[in-house]
């Protein structure tokens, strides 16, 4: 009787994948999906990288917007705990993903992502948002201090953590005037609570290898009133990385949630431009 009962269940399992599959193979068509038999080119998953103090549902705005516009989207978990480790679950992601792909980091999420889609013939495009473009043996606080301007070694909390490391996070007293200034302050508030730290020796671990950018073409929005990453330092990786360039005056360093609109088409302008 239990093992009826429990091939049933199977059988109307597979049927119901069967049947789900195929609702989201027509959703894909409806939404520009498809590309091959000479239908419409498929659209590519945006992968949206967080940086630290932040976590993936900072992206809301801008995750909204991309998926009416007919973008699959998916917003990666970063766990801010090191660059190789980081990068190396984000590459794992990847992998998961069929078709192209274009990847999109903000802050120390460009630092991430150079390193994981190193190799990925996926990612058409790499979109750094107010974000590290570093090269080999760099690390977040070298190019942070690289120019004048940032505010973030006076606006860090650490939390001293038991192995010995330090969880680091922006002081919510100053997190609204040094880290979010164009937003409203009560959004601020928000995300100050939401914060995710990141630990210190991930802010000091070098880039290393041949960083993505040197494969994969690159796109830059430069926050024109950043505290924490000065825009200066932006746009000097920006030009080393011979990355397309926009720039949003007053904008702080969080310009993606500030301006989702002019995020989401920065974006989609990479996704275009680099099309297969």
């Known amino acids: ?14 049927a119901l994948a069967v049947a789900g599959l195929s609702m989201f193979a027509t959703a894909a068509a409806d939404a520009g999906g498809g590309g091959r038999h000479g239908g419409p080119a498929v659209r590519p ?13 900072g992206f809301n705005a801008v995750s909204s917007r991309l998926v009416r516009d007919g973008y699959p989207v998916v917003a990666a978990a970063n766990p801010l705990h090191g660059v190789a ?3 190396a ?43 590290y473009i570093p090269e080999t043996g760099e690390t977040a606080v070298e190019l942070t201090g ?31 005037p040094r880290f979010a200034a164009d937003l409203p302050a009560k959004d601020a508030a928000l995300y100050a609570i939401t914060q ?8 000091a671990e070098p880039a290393a290898g041949v960083q993505a950018w040197h494969e994969i073409p690159s796109y830059t ?9 000065p825009p200066a330092a932006q746009r000097f990786m920006a030009e080393r990385a011979g990355s397309t360039v926009q720039t949003v005056r007053g904008a702080s360093h969080m310009v ?7 995020t989401v088409s920065f974006i989609e302008r990479a996704a275009r431009e680099t099309g297969r």
């Open 45 to 57: 998953t945006v992968v949206l990288v967080h940086g630290a103090f932040a976590d993936g549902s």
């Open 1 to 14: 009787m239990i093992s009826r009962t429990f091939r049933s269940l199977v059988a109307a399992s597979a």
């Open 256 to 262: 993606f949630a500030s301006h989702p609109g002019t």
């Open 146 to 176: 690289k120019f004048p301007g940032s505010t973030v070694a006076e606006s860090l909390k650490p939390v001293p953590l038991p192995g010995g490391q330090v969880d680091l996070y922006i002081d919510p007293a100053v997190f609204h």
């Open 196 to 203: 995710r730290p990141v630990t210190d020796v991930a802010l």
């Open 85 to 87: 480790s980081d990068a």
């Open 89 to 131: 679950q984000l590459d794992a992601l990847l992998d998961s993903i069929e078709g192209p792909i274009v990847l999109v980091g903000h802050s120390y999420g460009g630092i991430v992502m150079s390193a994981a889609a190193r190799g990925n013939e996926n990612v058409q495009a790499l979109v750094y948002v107010a974000a």
């Open 221 to 229: 929005l430069i926050s024109g009133a950043d505290k924490i990453i």
